[in-house]
C-alpha cells in the first residue's frame, strides 16, 4: 500500500514504531503490534505498528513516523513511502515456548537477546518473556546461556593478563563502600581490576556516585582499558560502558512492579563480570534484617548459584555471606563514604573500624584465591601503597580531589540523640538509607548520615547517635519526618 | 517541582503520560512508570512517568504534556504546574500477588478491573496481569469475580422481560452462520433475544459482518434497548455498545503473543452475557480438526467451566459440543453468508442444508432449556414467521437490502476443481478461512468462497468444489496460491 509519510516530529528513543489510521490497518488486516516494513526509493527499514483511532494522530492515506525511522529511510513529511506486511521476530515463538513453562535451549535465549538489544521487541513482549523467567524461573543452562548471549550482545574488555580480578556486593546495607578500598589494595598488590560499579538505585549512594566525589568516572572502555593498563585497576561507572545492554532494557520492566527474577538478577551481574574478562571473582552477600538478603538459606542458595554460574563460564568464584544487619563504615551519602574511604586509605585515626576490617577481610579473601598470601593486604593498606595506588586511580580517571580534610558536608545539620541510656541493639538499614536520600543523597553530593554509633555500643540519654547533613532546610524536614515516622535505632 | 507545560501536539489514547527530563526525573527520584500528580491552579490529574533521555523531546524544567492531560487540567504550552509524586495504585500488590501464584481475593480482582477500565494501569502491568492468569490460571471464583467486575464496570442492558435469550459460538468453523438463523426463530417464537456479537478478527466474517450485509449494526445500548422492546431481538456489534470495556484492553495485551487464557476467554464471553442482564445461554463449542477446540477432554473441560461461572452468576447454561470439523453452509464471506441465511429464512431450495439443521438444533435446544415445545423451531421456519421476524429486525435496525436474489458476490471468480474423482473426506477450516481473507473477506464485503461440495461428497474429476470470488485480479491470485500452498480438500 503506498501512503504519504506524515513526520511526527518526535523521537521513540527506542523500538521504531510506525503509525497507521485504523482504516488503512483494517484494510492491510493489520493489529497493534504487527511489524510492518516501509520501503522509500532503495531504503528500507521495519516497524512496529500502533494504530490510530483518530484522524488528527494520523489520517488516512498517511503513516506517521517518528525521527530515528525517517533518518534510516531518508524521508521527509509528505513523501510516498510503500508499506507492507512483514513477519514477527521469530524470538516471539520462544516467548510464548517459556510462558508455557517449557525450557529454552542457548540458541533460543540468544535469539531473544538479540531482539532486545536490537529493540526488535516492544514492551509487551519484552514484558512476557520477564515474567515467563519470572514464574517459571530460569534453569542453570537457561541462566549461564542467558549470561553468555548478554556479554555477546555488548562491549566486552579485553586485556591480556591474568588473573583479572572483580567484586561484587549484593548490596542493601549503607555505607559498606569497601570497593573503594579493596581494589587499590588489590591493584598495589600487582593485580588487574578492572571494577565498574553502578550509580544508586534506591540506595543513598552507589560506588560510582561516591567515586564522582574524588575523580571523573565516565569513562568508555576504551579509556578503562587505557586506564588500567596504566595503573592495575579502575573504578569507572558501568553506565558510560555498554556492557550487557541487555539488562538495562530489562530491568525497565522489572522496575515497575519491582520484579527481581532470580535468573535475571545471576545473568545482570554475571554478564558484566564476564564482559570485563574476569578470571577471579568475589561476591560479598549481606545478610540480615533490612539487607537485601534476609535468609541464610536464600543466601546459600545464591551462593551455589554464583559459583555454578562462574563455572560453567570458567570463572573462579568465592562467595561470602557477610553481616549485613546495620550499616557499614560512618558516613551515609557520597561525599561522607568518601571521606571515610580517604581516612581509612591513609590510616587515620578517624577511619571507620568496621569498614576497614571488612574491606581488608574481603581483600584477603581475593589474595588467597588468586594463590597469593592473605598478609599482603595488610601491608599494602599500612604501609600507604594502597593509598598511593588509589591516587594513581584518581589522578588517571581525571583528579577532583584527594584530600579528606577538604570534602565538607552539606551546611545544614540535625543532630539525632539518644532517647534513653542503654546498649544500641539495632540500627535499621531502610530508616538511615531512606532519611540519607531525603536529605538529597546521591543527588547532592554532600547530603547525608554520619553515624557516630554501632550496634553494640552504648549511649548515654541525650548522646548524639548520629548527624544528619543536607543542603536546604526542607530536605532535613523531610528527612526528619521520615526518622519519626519509624524508629530505626533500637537502644535496651 | 515546579515546571512549565510542553505541548507534545499529540492524543495518546490510553492512558495519561506525562514526560519528564531525566535531570529533572532524578532529582525528584523518580523513575520510568512511577506516577506524578501535576497541579495547574485547582485542577489537579495524575500521569504515568515518562522519562525522555534528550532535550528534544524534554528539556530541563519543562513537563511534556498530551492533548487529554491538557484538557483536564486546562492548560497550555508555557503554562507554569506544580509537579508531585503519587503512589502507585494499589491494584499493583493484587497483580504482583498473582504473579507470586496465590489466589486472589474478588475484591482484588475488582480492584484490577477498574483501573484496566480508568486508564490506570501502564501497559507494562496489564501485560503482567495477563501473564500472571495465562502461566498461574483462575481458579473458578477468580473467574467469577473477573466476569462480574468486567460487567459492573461497563455498560448493561435492563429488560423487564423473562427468559432473556442468548448465544454464543466459540468459533473456528467457516461460514456457520447459525445466530442470524437462530434470533429470528426465538425471537418469532416469543423470547427475548438482545445478541450483540463481533466482527472477525481471524476469519471471513463475524456475524456483524455479516449481518452488516442487510442493516445497519452500529447501535448503541439504547438504541439496542428500543429495537429489542420493539421487534424482540437484534444482532448488532458488540463493538459499538462499551459491555465489559475491560475485555477489549485485555485482548490487545493478549493479541501480539497470540494469548489466550481460558479464565481470560471464559470471563470475556460471560460478561458480555451478564451485561446484556441474559438468563438462558446457549453456548456451541465447535469441535474438530481446524477447529478452535481439537481435543473433546478440552470441550468437555469447557462446557463444565461455563456451566460453572453461569451458575454462579445465576444464569441457566446449556453448552452443545458440536462438529467443526469442516465449514457450515455454502458462503463463505458476509455478502454470500447473508444470502445463505436469506435463502434459510425463506425456505429457498438453494439454501445450505447442512447449517438448516444446525440452526435448528440450536433453536430447539433452546426452546427446551426455556420450558418450550421444541417443535416450535420448525414451525416458526417453515410457516415463514422467522422470515418476517428477521425482516423486523432489519427494518428496525435499518435496512439496506433483504433479497437475497439481489445479493451479488465480487466479479472476479475463479474456480477450484477436483483433482481426481473420489470422495471427499476432509475440507480445512484453515484453509478455506484463509483463502478467503486473502480474496479480501471480510473488508470486500462480497468477496469469498462458495462451496458446492461437504465432507462425504462425492465428485468427479474436474468437478467444481468451490467457486473464489474477489474484487481485484491480485486478490485472486494471493488466494489461488494460498491453496497451491497447503491441500485443503482431500479427496480419496
Not at 568508555?220 to 545492554?245: D, F, H, Q, R, Y
Not at 535468573?263 to 564482559?275: R, W
Not at 571473582?281 to 542458595?301: C, F, M, Q, T
Request: aromatic share 4%.
Amino acid at each position: 500500500m503506498k501512503l504519504r509519510v506524515k513526520d511526527m516530529d518526535i523521537e521513540t528513543g527506542g523500538i521504531l514504531i510506525a503509525l497507521l489510521n485504523e482504516n488503512d490497518a483494517r484494510k492491510l488486516d493489520l493489529h497493534p503490534e504487527d511489524r510492518i516494513g516501509i520501503y522509500h526509493g532503495k531504503k528500507k527499514a521495519i516497524a512496529v505498528l500502533d494504530i490510530a483511532e483518530s484522524k488528527k494522530a494520523c489520517p488516512e492515506g498517511e503513516v506517521g513516523l517518528f525521527e530515528e525511522m525517517l533518518d534510516l529511510l531518508n524521508a521527509k513529511d509528505k513523501d510516498e513511502v510503500e508499506v507492507v506486511i512483514e513477519s514477527k521476530p521469530v524470538s516471539l515463538k520462544f516467548i510464548k515456548k517459556k510462558l508455557d513453562g517449557k525450557r529454552l535451549k542457548p540458541k533460543e535465549i540468544e535469539a531473544i537477546v538479540k531482539d532486545i538489544v536490537s529493540n526488535e521487541l516492544t514492551t509487551i513482549e519484552l514484558t512476557y518473556f520477564i515474567s515467563a523467567c519470572y514464574t517459571h524461573g530460569l534453569s542453570l543452562e537457561e541462566t549461564v546461556a542467558l549470561t553468555k548471549a548478554m556479554i555477546k550482545t555488548g562491549d566486552t574488555l579485553k586485556l591480556n593478563k591474568y588473573p583479572i580480578v572483580d567484586k561484587h556486593c549484593l548490596g542493601g546495607v549503607a555505607g559498606n563502600r569497601t570497593t573503594m578500598v579493596v581494589v587499590p589494595i588489590l591493584a598495589a598488590a600487582g593485580l588487574t581490576v578492572p571494577k565498574t560499579s553502578s550509580r544508586s538505585i534506591t540506595s543513598p549512594a552507589g560506588t560510582a556516585d561516591t567515586m564522582e566525589v574524588l575523580c571523573n568516572v565516565c569513562h568508555s572502555i576504551k579509556s578503562v582499558e587505557k586506564i588500567v593498563k596504566k595503573v592495575g585497576g579502575c573504578i569507572t561507572w558501568g553506565g558510560a560502558v555498554n556492557l550487557a545492554p541487555a539488562d538495562d532494557k530489562i530491568i525497565k520492566v522489572e522496575n515497575p512492579l519491582r520484579i527481581d527474577a532470580e535468573g535475571n538478577m545471576l545473568s545482570s551481574i554475571m554478564a558484566k563480570k564476564g564482559s570485563m574478562s574476569s578470571t577471579h571473582v568475589i561476591i560479598d552477600i549481606p545478610l540480615g534484617k533490612g539487607a537485601k538478603i534476609e535468609s541464610r538459606k536464600e543466601a546459600e542458595k545464591l551462593s551455589r548459584e554464583f559459583k555454578e554460574i562462574g563455572n560453567a563460564l570458567g570463572m573462579k568464584i568465592k562467595v561470602l555471606i557477610t553481616d549485613g544487619s546495620q550499616p557499614i563504615g560512618n558516613g551515609i551519602g557520597p561525599a561522607l563514604e568518601a571521606r571515610d574511604v580517604l581516612w581509612l586509605l591513609k590510616n587515620d585515626k578517624r577511619a571507620p573500624q568496621d569498614l576497614r576490617k571488612k574491606s581488608l577481610m574481603l581483600a584477603e579473601e581475593t589474595l588467597e584465591m588468586c594463590g597469593m598470601d592473605r598478609k599482603i593486604a595488610k601491608e599494602m593498606l599500612e604501609s600507604g601503597k594502597a593509598y598511593k595506588k588509589m591516587i594513581e586511580i584518581i589522578n588517571a580517571q581525571g583528579k577532583k580531589i584527594t584530600d579528606p580534610d577538604k570534602i565538607k558536608p552539606a551546611k545544614l545539620k540535625y543532630e539525632y540523640r539518644a532517647k534513653k541510656s542503654g546498649k544500641i541493639i539495632h540500627i535499621d538499614n531502610g530508616v538511615i538509607s531512606r532519611a540519607a536520600r531525603l536529605a538529597g543523597a546521591p543527588q547532592d553530593k554532600s547530603a547525608g548520615i554520619y553515624l557516630y554509633k554501632h550496634k553494640g555500643d552504648k549511649v548515654k540519654k541525650g548522646e548524639i547517635i548520629f548527624t544528619l547533613y543536607a543542603d536546604i532546610k526542607q530536605k532535613i524536614e523531610f528527612a526528619v519526618d521520615a526518622l519519626k515516622e519509624r524508629n530505626g535505632i533500637i537502644i535496651t
